[in-house]
């Protein structure tokens, strides 16, 4: 396998970026492969603490959530945010096959494991959801809280909307997809500086296989891989969730916007009311700090 690793310099001076790195390289079934996470703790920590993990998807990395982890961490806790391998700071395989639905599933919930976390709130938004949401069910006893926003369940029994179809179609027919140009248009409040940080993982178009395999992995019948587990995860969240749940929804989100969001919402117990950002898209995270300090109101 061929495993690619951007250079340390590519990461200079990020704005909003002052966290330390953390590296793992033993993770049981991905050994040799590098990963990237945050790893930030308030000063004065609360009895008991909560850990805010917090999953990225495509085609962003843990610099979408330097909003809200500091506002998470002033609260009294500990925020632990991942990126995916083929993504950020983490290693790349080369080759587009490597990626597979179980192969970052497995290497979150591997993660999760190596660092031993308890006492979990799970923030997920994009393929953050898709793979995330069905980590809980098998291993109940480490989740207290949910923080969901614009995702979806990974079913393949519901069609595919055309905003999806249309963004699918879109990401095959550019391989060498221009993230931050992607990022800026999406979010035209950001400064060339904040474009920038989310071009800084990918020098070329050998380092996106990762990023280009999204798409085509979203299950689209009943049969593809990991359906069959993220419906058992959709029934688990209907029925057996005990803990407290927060959903913020991205109003201008054109692929998993309010629509897929209420449907989202009617699969999880006890889910309250969602908190809309009016001027939100899809990468929600940008209105990151209002996000988090309406949640740590509730979680």
């Known amino acids: 396998m061929s495993i690619l690793r951007t250079p340390e310099d590519r990461f200079s001076n990020l704005p909003d970026y002052p966290f330390s790195p953390h590296y793992l390289d033993d993770l049981i079934g991905y050994e040799g492969m590098r990963v990237h996470y945050l790893d930030e703790s308030s000063q004065a920590p609360q009895p008991g603490q909560k850990v805010f993990l ?6 962003t990395w843990s610099y979408l959530y330097r909003k809200m982890l500091p506002v998470f961490t002033a609260a009294g806790h500990r925020c632990i945010a991942p990126d995916l391998l083929g993504f950020g700071k983490s290693d790349k395989p080369a080759e587009d096959a490597i990626y597979t639905f179980a192969f970052h599933r ?3 919930k591997a993660f999760v494991e ?3 976390l308890r006492n979990i709130v799970l923030v997920v938004q994009d393929w953050g959801g898709l793979l995330g949401l069905t980590l ?4 109940p006893e480490r989740f207290t809280g949910l923080l969901v926003m614009n995702t979806s369940f990974a079913t393949g029994d519901m069609p595919l909307g ?5 963004w699918r179609a879109w990401s095959n027919a550019n391989p ?3 993230v931050g140009k992607l990022m800026g248009r999406s979010n035209p409040q950001l400064s060339a500086a904040e ?6 993982p990918f020098p070329g178009i050998e380092f996106k296989a990762g990023v280009r395999r999204f798409p085509n992995l979203v299950p689209d019948h009943p049969d593809a891989e990991g359906a069959a587990l993220s419906r058992r995860a959709r029934e688990w969240w209907s029925t057996e969730w005990t803990g407290k749940t927060f959903m913020a929804i991205g109003m201008k989100d054109p692929v998993l916007g309010p629509a897929i969001m209420t449907e989202v919402r009617r699969h999880i117990r006890n889910c309250p009311v969602p908190y809309e950002v009016a001027e939100g898209g899809h990468f929600v995270q940008e209105h990151g700090q209002e996000i988090a ?7």
Do not use: N, S, T, W
């Open 114 to 116: 190596r660092l031993d």
């Open 162 to 166: 055309k905003g999806f179809l249309d």
């Open 54 to 59: 917090c999953l990225h998807g495509q085609p």
């Open 106 to 108: 497995d290497m979150l």
């Open 195 to 200: 474009i920038a940080a989310y071009d800084a």
């Open 136 to 139: 809980p069910m098998d291993m």
């Open 293 to 299: 300090e309406q949640a740590i109101k509730v979680l």
């Open 176 to 178: 060498d997809m221009a």
